[in-house]
């Protein structure tokens, strides 16, 4: 039997607003438990809820790049429920009328392209967090996520695979950074999925019944989630029974979806016009305000990196399709113009080392100052290319400028010729028997003695003045 | 001099001739409360505060505020900083807010000094007072009575003179009804007049604070401080707000008044009846017209309010579930079970009808039917009014259809007997229009109210209409025989 | 509505009804929601629902930190707590 697979997915990206969507408390992360809590947050008799303008802001923004309709009359609706982590009881989001209807994103798998269509996306809050097992026999509730604002994007059930559905968020996450909507942090929880699965006969054109996998936030484990699920589904219908309707969650550690406890039968939301909130309207004058300081989108960055600055297709397209990485290279271009030397290094030796540690660039000490700087002492032969390197590493392990490392170190290259003549003097002297060889004709030798040189230098004399120098002197 | 019965106006003459200063004026105030306990108006006293803020007005001489250094009541489902708040419900019974609410700092910015909190029917759901965790307030001219609600506490502390003024806030009536049956004089503005911010929410379209005073001249003077835009409610309305004192002497002469075909007068208690008629005549001797005027869908207001307020009050009512503040059952097996436990435990019957009714109607597969549909009538019920008002400046009802009743005599074995008492009251909150009452006479030794009903923000019409019927009659001078009344 | 019905709402609702009373309750609720039911008699096709009475549009926060944290007066409120959060009998997900 052959099946087919069907995947939506409800991506939900937090929002990079400093407020929260109904407060004026920080959004900041990892500050102390129940710190970031006001009135409102926690939930407290009599409070009232406010928008946050810029969380509007920035989910039309969104809606714009997707081609989507925005609803420029939106209202909040409350959604009521109880868990420990939902101070109100209720959560505030948008259903009749969300903020963003409709549009598409594609993606790109193994070189093809993909359309993926967008049926909606709102703004609503997030709960807070519960910590299960840190307090014997206690649930701790920490507030501070409490009220962030959220921005749900649901697509069509158009995904056809787990590669697929990784495609997609990589495809929303370069988005939704680019934007500048969201940090897209996802260790941070920054963006997250709800993964729908469901299995068909191939060629069905009824969908199976389908089970949702909760809050998974990474790439990595999307993709083993879903292909778990899609495993277990046709083991499933293989065996001839039916799948059941249920939310699952994915556990990394055993690689596995299961079923979860807490929702243990279908809720009934009672879904209702958020009474303490008008409709919020946005203009038409706002809508073009937005238009017109809509930022650049990769594409576009591209082709700008190559007129402007020469560089290659090649090392365009890498630089520009990372937000940090874009970022960076255009904060680095305010402090150097060797723009083919910066690229070079950002593909090469940064690339390098940031795969390594599995980080972005803005989560590494490198400062685009400190690298642009580097760059201009390698241009401008402080320092040799191999210093450079060994420059780097000190630089990512500590962050200092190059400036500081080179004199702390005393890395700095040698090109006062007198200096570089007495060095060469002393080797000359110090080797009579390679001396001969060399004049006797044997050209090869000429390496070592630059390696001499190098070597009483400490790798400080520029090799260019070694050579010019050395190639007198053995005449 | 005993300082009971006086109103606002006459205390401001008091402490600015120097014969009372204001500590003592709240010595006086928090003796009267004491002395009159049996009445159960009080939740909650703030003697101490109270105190030590009247010494701190008499020892500053500037007075520019005519509520400075005079004692208010505020109803116990406002927000105050420090003061125990309980919605006079077990469920927050030991809650202490770490914030007050906007009306209140309003009121106190402007000099007055908070004695206490007063009882009500819990979460302010009710209309006769019964339904307090604390006990039921007993209405000052007749012990047994009820001194109808929900703001009965603060009505009751009114009527007995303990203090000049007091806040409530009106869902359905519960600041015109109470008023009306303790004698005094209460008013509920536009919705958004005063700012919703720190008042325990029980149907956020509906509720709105407003003062209760002897006079509407004292009304007047309560929602001049009030009143206003807050940002931290933005359903509270971002226009000017007037000097309600400025034309409340105007004449009314030429004013027109509607009367509302629909509702059947007739049909109501005779004495009722006669007062009506007399306090009409009374408008027209200082040259009121009256115009019947029809509005087709007003008698769909209760069923209207009891889907609408309800499906509010469930979803509001949510938050109280034992985890962050209030009430949480003990012995309890899980998350679920403390929910369940903390809240049954935690509220009184009435509410969880009321959450029951409200989670009903907004239930999948009856939303459209009930509260959908509720929505919807309300709008026919608003457009009435609008159409109403292109012809009168006011409109006339009795407050309640009856007057205050004895403990346990209604709503026991069916509660829509006690909803149709608000028939009167409720559509004015539906359409977020402000609504007075007036004591205009007793019927049988009790009082009986009557309401005008204004435009969308004219509470100086009413305020002035209200004005200048108490000038030219005694009904808000009565005063019950609090020695002698059983 | 059914005795069924009363069970779904009170679980949605998280209340209980004691036994003896849940007789009553339940006759109070059918009184309520007849009384509810003669809104059927109106008219109301093409009439959009007014939720609130103000027709108006909201008004925006700026995106402004105004911090007003009071954690150790929340948690001080809370019917269990330790210094830092509020506590619930443990949750298995």
């Known amino acids: ?475 | 001099m005993s300082i009971q019965f006086k109103t606002i106006v006459e205390l401001r003459a008091m402490l600015d001739s120097k014969q009372i200063s204001a500590a003592e004026l709240m010595q006086e105030s928090l003796g009267l409360a004491k002395k009159h306990e049996e009445l159960n108006c009080f939740v909650t006293m703030n003697e101490e505060q109270a105190l030590k803020k009247a010494s701190a007005i008499d020892l500053n001489e500037k007075t520019t505020s005519n509520l400075s250094g005079i004692p208010l009541a505020q109803k116990d489902l406002f927000c105050t900083e420090g003061l125990r708040t309980t919605c006079s419900s077990k469920i927050l019974s030991n809650f202490i807010p770490p914030y007050t609410a906007t009306a209140v700092k309003n009121l106190e910015d402007a000099g007055s000094v908070t004695i206490g909190k007063t009882n009500m029917d819990e979460f302010a759901m009710g209309s006769s007072n019964e339904t307090s965790f604390f006990g039921s307030v007993h209405n000052p001219w007749k012990k047994e009575y009820v001194p109808g609600g929900s703001s009965g506490g603060s009505a009751a502390a009114v009527a007995a003179g303990i203090v000049p003024a007091a806040t409530g806030t009106d869902t359905g009536g519960s600041i015109r009804q109470p008023a009306a049956h303790c004698g005094i004089t209460g008013l509920k503005p536009t919705y958004g007049r005063v700012s919703r911010w720190g008042m325990i929410a029980f149907a956020s379209s509906l509720d709105q604070a407003g003062p209760l005073a002897r006079t509407s001249e004292d009304c007047a003077i309560l929602l001049n401080a009030m009143s206003g835009f807050d940002s931290k409610d933005t359903t509270s309305l971002n226009t000017e707000v007037p000097d309600f004192l400025e034309n409340i002497n105007n004449p009314i002469n030429g004013i027109r008044i509607g009367i509302i075909k629909e509702f059947n007068l007739a049909d109501l208690d005779s004495q009722v009846q006669e007062r009506f008629e007399e306090s009409k005549k009374t408008y027209e001797k200082l040259g009121a017209r009256f115009v019947e005027v029809s509005l087709p869908n007003i008698s769909a207001s209760v069923p209207t309010y009891y889907s609408i307020a309800p499906a509010e009050c469930s979803s509001n009512l949510s938050r109280f579930d034992g985890v962050r503040f209030g009430y949480r059952a003990e012995n309890t097996d899980d998350l679920n079970d403390l929910y369940i436990k903390s809240r049954s435990e935690g509220f009184g019957d009435e509410v969880k009808r009321r959450i029951l009714i409200g989670t009903y109607a907004l239930s999948a597969g009856y939303y459209d039917a009930y509260y959908k549909k509720a929505q919807q009538v309300r709008r026919l019920i608003k457009e009435d009014f609008e159409h109403a008002f292109e012809s009168v400046d006011l409109l006339m009802t009795p407050t309640s259809p009856n007057t205050a009743f004895k403990f346990g005599s209604k709503g026991t074995q069916n509660p829509v007997e006690l909803y149709l008492e608000d028939l009167f009251t409720i559509s004015s909150n539906l359409a977020g229009i402000p609504a007075i009452s007036i004591p205009h006479g007793l019927v049988n030794s009790l009082p009986a109210g009557l309401q005008l009903i204004g435009n969308f923000l004219r509470e100086d019409q009413l305020l002035n209409a209200a004005h200048i019927f108490q000038k030219n009659s005694d009904f808000h001078l009565l005063k019950p025989d609090l020695e002698g009344s059983q | ?93």
Not at chain 1, 150 to 177: C, D, F, N
Not at chain 1, 328 to 346: D, Q
Not at chain 3, 36 to 63: A, C, K, W
């Open chain 3, 1 to 93: 509505m059914d005795q069924e019905t009363v069970r779904t709402i009170c679980y949605l609702a998280r209340l209980d009804i004691d036994q003896s009373k849940s007789g009553k309750i339940q006759k109070d609720l059918e009184r309520i929601i007849d009384l509810i039911g003669e809104l059927q008699r109106i008219n109301t096709s093409d009439v959009e629902p007014l939720y609130s009475p103000l027709e108006m549009t909201s008004f925006m926060h700026e995106d402004i930190e105004s911090s007003d944290n009071k954690k150790e007066r929340f948690l001080e409120n809370a019917p269990a707590s330790n210094e830092n959060y509020f506590l619930v009998p443990r949750v298995v997900e």
């Open chain 1, 1 to 475: 039997m052959s099946w087919e697979t069907v995947i939506g997915l409800e991506t939900h990206v937090q929002l990079s607003t400093k407020t929260k969507l109904f407060s004026r408390a920080s959004t900041a992360f990892g500050a102390s438990p129940n710190t970031n809590v006001n009135l409102i947050d926690c939930g407290l008799p009599g409070v009232l809820p406010s928008v946050n303008k810029e969380a509007f802001y920035k989910a039309i923004r969104f809606g714009m790049a997707v081609n989507a309709t925005i609803n420029q009359t939106s209202i909040f609706d409350r959604k009521n429920y109880f868990y420990a982590d939902l101070p109100k009881g209720y959560q505030i989001t948008q259903m009749d009328l969300p903020i963003v209807l409709g549009g598409s994103i594609e993606i790109n798998l193994d070189g093809l392209t993909k359309t993926i269509n967008i049926t909606r996306a709102h703004l609503e809050e997030d709960a807070g967090k519960s910590i299960h097992d840190e307090f014997d026999g206690f649930s701790a509730i920490d507030l501070n996520r409490a009220g962030t604002p959220l921005l749900e994007i649901v697509s069509e059930p158009e995904i056809s695979s787990a590669k697929e559905a990784v495609a997609y968020m990589k495809a929303m996450h370069q988005l939704v950074t680019f934007l500048d909507v969201s940090d897209g942090n996802m260790a941070q929880g920054s963006l997250r999925c709800d993964a729908n699965v469901s299995i068909r006969k191939k060629g069905d054109q009824e969908l199976g019944t389908r089970t949702e996998i909760k809050n998974i936030n990474s790439f990595k484990f999307i993709e083993k989630a879903i292909n778990f699920e899609i495993k277990r589904q046709i083991k499933i219908l293989e065996n001839g029974e039916k799948v059941t309707q249920e939310t699952r969650l994915y556990d990394s550690s055993k690689d596995e979806t299961r079923p979860m406890r807490s929702k243990e039968f279908a809720n009934d939301y009672r879904y209702f016009p958020e009474p303490d909130l008008l409709p919020v309207v946005i203009s038409d004058e706002e809508i073009t305000k937005i238009r017109d300081e809509f930022p650049e989108l990769p594409k576009e960055k591209e082709i700008r990196y190559q007129k402007q600055f020469g560089l290659s297709a090649y090392d365009a397209q890498i630089i520009a399709s990372s937000k940090s990485m874009a970022d960076f290279f255009e904060a680095a271009l305010k402090k150097t113009k060797n723009y083919s030397l910066l690229s070079n290094w950002l593909i090469g030796e940064i690339s390098a080392y940031l795969n390594k540690n599995q980080i972005e660039i803005h989560e590494s000490k490198l400062s685009a100052d400190n690298v642009a700087m580097l760059i201009n002492r390698i241009d401008d032969q402080t320092i040799s290319g191999k210093i450079g390197k060994s420059i780097f590493e000190e630089m990512c392990e500590s962050g200092s400028s190059v400036d500081e490392i080179i004199k702390s170190q005393g890395l700095k290259q040698i090109s006062d010729d007198g200096a570089i003549e007495e060095i060469i003097l002393t080797v000359i002297n110090e080797n009579p028997d390679q001396v001969a060889a060399y004049l006797a004709g044997k050209d090869k030798l000429f390496g070592f003695f630059v390696g001499q040189v190098m070597k009483l230098t400490e790798g400080k004399a520029n090799p260019k003045t070694v050579n010019t120098i050395l190639k007198n002197k053995l005449k």
